[in-house]
């Protein structure tokens, strides 16, 4: 039998929270849909929500099994890969966010326009547009 997902949520591991929280805000253009100590969450559709929690807080569940989070801060360990309607004027406004450059919107060989940048803890988002016939 097939896992039946029915809520498909990442959790960011963050170094500040509030940074972060307010990065996303504005990047998003709106209000988190949750914001409590140790965890902020946006749904971005109906079945996928973002999550930031602190590396503090993470470390606590953890227990000490793994490295901890606030070891990889600033090296990209996912990517966000959001599709959009208009990949230049999103990139542009995640850039004017904070976003830091990794790569400008240009075609991928895979048939999508595409830009990265990273968010202030070295997350990797992908700004995409499908381009016609992918």
């Not at 996928?48 to 070891?71: D, V």
């Amino acid at each position: 039998m097939r896992l039946r997902v029915e809520m498909l949520q990442t959790i960011l591991y963050v170094e500040d929270q509030e940074r972060s929280r307010a990065f996303y805000e504005l990047l998003f253009r709106r209000p988190a849909d949750l914001h409590v100590p140790g965890m902020t969450e946006f749904r971005l559709t109906d079945s996928c929500k973002l999550g930031l929690m602190p590396n503090k807080g993470i470390a606590k569940i953890l227990e000490g099994r793994t490295p901890h989070p606030g070891e990889g801060n600033g090296i990209p360990r996912c990517e966000l890969y959001l599709v959009v309607a208009d990949a230049g004027a999103e990139y542009d406004h995640a850039l004017r966010c904070g976003g830091k450059p990794i790569s400008p919107v240009s075609a991928r060989d895979w048939g999508d326009l595409v830009g990265y940048l990273s968010d202030p803890d070295g997350h990797i988002i992908a700004l995409a547009q499908r381009l016609s016939g992918a």
